[in-house]
């Protein structure tokens, strides 16, 4: 049972515009998320996180929102690059269950036209 | 220098051989991770090490072994490698937290 789901496996968009990527969890124990970015032939990157007692964190042209009660994360990215196409990965954990185990979505690969 | 190593970048092997993908770090971390990517499934954790005494299997263990040498050092072993193995391989450290640092990745193709 899939406990991360990114239900969008591609996204397009214009330069300059703003990237939205979504991510859906199902385990109510999750309280800190992530996102990650990985490049061909790379390993992922860490972009940003939230904890759960935040709706929101914000990092540069990147902002991830956090809606509790629906069990959704989003990443906003404003203004899109084309540097920014890459596969990007939510990730879930539970800091409470002290494993550092993250439960990773399927991935979303955006592409950024010039 | 790349906190997070792993050789080799690229394996092709047999099926039925052994392999062993090596994973080092300098960041001084206790938590190691291996993971695999496959297409439209993401990372899914295969084992974790709190330290070298400490082993623990992930979601999808079964025909994969470790060995923790030292704390900078995390090896995967495939005892008789298969088809379905072939994937993307990826190791990871964490600290204290929940961020972890992943390595380049290994492209191991089992024929």
């Known amino acids: 049972d899939q406990q991360v789901k990114q239900n969008s496996p591609s996204l397009s968009v214009q330069e300059g515009r703003i990237s939205i990527l979504n991510c859906d969890y199902t385990n109510s124990m999750f309280d800190y998320f992530l996102w990650y970015k990985k490049y061909p032939a790379e390993g992922p990157t860490f972009l940003i996180s939230i904890s759960s007692i935040k709706d929101k964190n914000e990092d540069g042209r990147f902002t991830v929102f956090l809606n509790k009660s629906a069990k959704h994360l989003s990443l906003h990215i404003v203004p899109s690059q084309p540097g920014d196409s890459a596969v990007y990965f939510c990730a879930a954990s539970s800091r409470s269950s002290n494993t550092g185990k993250l439960i990773f979505g399927q991935g979303t690969t955006l592409q950024v036209k010039p | 220098d790349a906190d997070v190593t792993q050789t080799p970048r690229n394996r092709i092997t047999k099926t039925g051989k052994r392999i062993m993908l090596e994973c080092s770090q300098t960041?001084?971390?206790?938590?190691m991770y291996w993971y695999r990517q496959d297409p439209g499934l993401g990372l899914r954790l295969i084992y974790y090490?709190?330290?070298?005494?400490?082993?623990n299997k992930g979601e999808i263990s079964d025909g994969y072994s470790v060995s923790r040498q030292a704390q900078a050092k995390f090896s995967l072993s495939l005892e008789s490698a298969i088809p379905n193995q072939t994937a993307l391989y990826f190791c990871?450290?964490?600290?204290?937290?929940?961020?972890?640092?992943f390595g380049p990745g290994t492209r191991l193709t089992v024929l």
């Open positions: 990871a450290t964490s600290g204290t937290g929940n961020t972890q640092y």
């Open positions: 090490s709190f330290d070298v005494k400490d082993i």
């Open positions: 960041k001084g971390h206790d938590r």
